[in-house]
């Protein structure tokens, strides 16, 4: 089973569309999706900050940034 990381933070709209977006997308494969919140990290924070919502696949180590469709989301886990 592959998993996919999703770097998002609290009061984030967009995060929350590509939360529903991953919703749908568990429902259509056998994904492990594991939300981070990066506001618990300096070292995330930097690194995502201004990309967030972002999708990373652990086992290609491909990331996905938003803006996103469920076609991008169908291609990371390819």
């Not at 990309?51 to 180590?61: A, E, F, H, L």
């Amino acid at each position: 089973m592959q998993t996919l990381i999703f770097y998002t933070t609290d009061d984030c709209h967009l995060c929350e569309e590509a939360a529903a977006l991953l919703k749908k997308l568990s429902s259509l494969r056998q994904i492990n999706i594991e939300p981070i919140d990066i506001s618990a990290s300096e070292s995330l924070i930097h690194l995502y900050g201004i990309r967030i919502p972002v999708v990373k696949n652990m086992q290609s180590g491909k990331e996905l940034g938003w803006p996103f469709e469920m076609s991008d989301l169908l291609n990371l886990v390819r």
